[in-house]
């Protein structure tokens, strides 16, 4: 007789390179004898993929966990698994305080889902399976995609050997480890295959994609070989470091139609004495340099960056600077962190911590000039023309989509009609491509009106 299916769903928290690992979980159970559901009420296992970057992410990551677990006292839910950087992180905190969760998975034991699962059912008295992280994925591990068929996030390396001061990454996702060009090339093709036109390529620091295997291999050798796939219509840089910006790879970003002028760096500061504090390795001068260097080498270049308040040590000085930087930068998209304490980090040793409230008040500042610059920007593109993928509609029915400038889930959206002339509506499918003129802009959204569809 045929042994049942059990019902699995599984929930990704974080960022894209844990869903990445949530995806190649979900493509592993369904290779064996288990079924995916929608609902966490009609599954007879959960698996909450968590995140334990920060305060905020690690509040997200327990109330999900409390929430789920509600269906396991009720009887309704057989076993509770808690995967990712939070298992990483607090093996031994987890498995005392949360008594309802059967398994505590970390970030390195992806691969061996099926198997841990299996174990668990001969023997339960084992509720951990924490080892230091060494995997990486590759083009023949089974992948079940989340996002919408025509894009999609590509993990080109894993783990970090920076050493900065308030960052828990190196300790939660170990030494940094990179694909081969060979095998995500092949995947990309694979993906191409399956309708994806738009590929974000995704690492803890993109920008030193290769430099470990010491053969040669990098960034620039890698998107020479991804512009030739074919089908792919957009390729676009995530998650880089303000290393190894070199010349021949800011050419090729400027010269390739395929590669988006988009670039995700996150320079956290500006100040030297807050970057030296960071071990951030850069000195304030030298950040700027980077910015002139990206914004002279790729003409419309998108710069995004993230940036730190309240560090401990950060003066009102420091942060007037901070200000400053954005204010003659204009970076076109811009994400602020209030610094958090975390254990096991260099920077929770430090003294002179920063108020919340005086978090909370540099927070706002920054965001309200932000604000202000994403607004002038997007009014400079009234009247320009666009290319957009489509992404659907939005609560209210509202189509929408997004250029090249515009990363999925990060950045704004452009809000789409049609010309009051036409004499028929179109039917926009996703992932499609139309030309459209932007007759209106929002502080981080556009408002657009579609000329052409593209065949």
Request: aromatic residues 6%; negative net charge.
């Amino acid at each position: 007789m045929t042994e049942a299916k059990q019902k699995f769903n599984l929930i990704s928290l974080g960022c894209a390179r844990n869903l990445v690992d949530s995806e190649v979980m979900a493509g592993l159970l369904l290779q064996s004898n288990y079924e995916v559901v929608r609902e966490p009420s009609e599954a007879d296992i959960v698996l909450i993929n968590t995140c334990g970057f920060i305060d905020a992410a690690k509040a997200e990551s327990i109330d999900t966990i409390m929430e789920v677990s509600r269906l396991k006292q009720e009887g309704r839910l057989r076993k509770l698994v808690v995967a990712g950087c939070l298992s990483q992180r607090y093996p031994q905190e987890l498995a005392t305080e949360l008594p309802e969760v059967d398994l505590f998975i970390g970030t390195g034991e992806v691969p061996r889902i099926v198997d841990i699962l299996r174990e668990h059912e001969m023997n339960q008295s084992r509720r951990q399976y924490i080892g230091v992280p060494e995997y990486l994925y590759n083009h023949v591990t089974p992948r079940i995609r989340t996002t919408p068929s025509y894009t999609a996030f590509l993990k080109v390396s894993e783990g970090c050997d920076h050493k900065c001061a308030f960052c828990i990454i190196p300790k939660l996702r170990g030494p940094h480890r990179s694909r081969s060009i060979d095998s995500i090339v092949k995947e990309t093709a694979l993906l191409a295959q399956d309708g994806v036109k738009e590929l974000n390529l995704i690492a803890q620091d993109l920008t030193a994609y290769g430099r470990d295997r010491k053969d040669g291999t990098n960034l620039y050798d890698l998107l020479k070989e991804l512009v030739q796939v074919p089908d792919i219509v957009w390729i676009r840089l995530l998650y880089a470091y303000p290393n190894f910006l070199e010349a021949p790879l800011l050419e090729l970003m400027s010269e390739s139609e395929t590669i988006c002028k988009y670039i995700d760096i996150p320079f956290q500061h500006v100040s030297t004495r807050i970057l030296r504090n960071m071990r951030r390795g850069k000195s304030g001068s030298s950040v700027r340099a980077a910015v002139e260097k990206l914004r002279a080498s790729i003409p419309e270049l998108t710069l995004r960056t993230s940036l730190i308040v309240g560090f401990p040590g950060e003066t009102e000085e420091d942060f007037e600077a901070l200000l400053d930087f954005v204010e003659e930068t204009r970076f076109e998209r811009l994400g602020v962190f209030k610094y958090s304490i975390e254990e096991g980090t260099a920077a929770a040793s430090l003294d002179k911590h920063v108020s919340e409230d005086e978090k909370e008040r540099r927070w706002q500042e920054v965001m309200d000039l932000q604000a202000d610059i994403s607004r002038a920007k997007n009014e400079a593109l009234i009247g320009s023309h666009q290319h957009v993928m489509i992404d659907g509609v939005d609560e209210s029915g509202q189509s929408m989509g997004r250029t090249q400038a515009h990363a999925p889930e990060v950045d704004g959206v452009v809000y789409l009609h049609t010309a009051a002339t036409s004499a028929t509506m179109i039917s926009l499918r996703p992932g499609e491509l139309v030309d459209v003129k932007i007759t209106g802009a929002l502080d981080y959204d556009l408002i657009g009106e579609i000329e052409h569809v593209q065949i």
